[in-house]
């Protein structure tokens, strides 16, 4: 079983960045594909980013292509997701998710392992 610890969140400014941290425990990352999800209050949780175990394939939410970008290191057990040109509509609680054997879809019911989330707020 693998632990997902996701850090990195903060306060903003509109136009400004973040870099969000997955950081996995108790079994290599390498071997899950990971997706990013996000979740506004009083709204479901809903895809943003998903990555291939190796990174050669990467996967966007329309409303956040072109401003953010997800990579991997799997040597320090570690998923990055860096926002830009954030936006007040940004704003939730973002998590991190691993899959085992199956391609990282744009379903929270398909993944295996959830962190517990990091607090991302955009002023504007």
């Known amino acids: 079983q693998v632990q997902l610890v996701e850090s990195g969140g903060g306060l903003v400014q509109a136009g400004g960045s973040l870099r969000l941290s997955c950081t996995a425990s108790?079994?290599?990352?390498?071997?899950?594909?990971i997706g990013w999800f996000r979740q506004a209050p009083g709204k479901e949780r809903e895809f943003v980013a998903a990555?291939?175990?190796?990174?050669?394939?990467?996967r966007y939410a329309d409303s956040v292509k072109g401003r953010f970008t997800l990579s991997r290191d799997n040597a320090k057990n570690t998923v990055l997701l860096q926002m830009n040109s954030l936006k007040p509509e940004d704003t939730a609680i973002y998590y991190c998710?691993?899959?085992?054997?199956?391609?990282?879809?744009?379903?929270?019911?398909?993944?295996?392992?959830w962190g517990q989330g990091t607090q991302v707020t955009v002023s504007s």
């Open positions: 998710a691993a899959i085992f054997g199956r391609r990282a879809g744009e379903r929270t019911l398909e993944y295996d392992y």
């Open positions: 108790g079994r290599a990352l390498g071997i899950y594909n």
């Open positions: 990555i291939s175990r190796s990174g050669d394939e990467t």
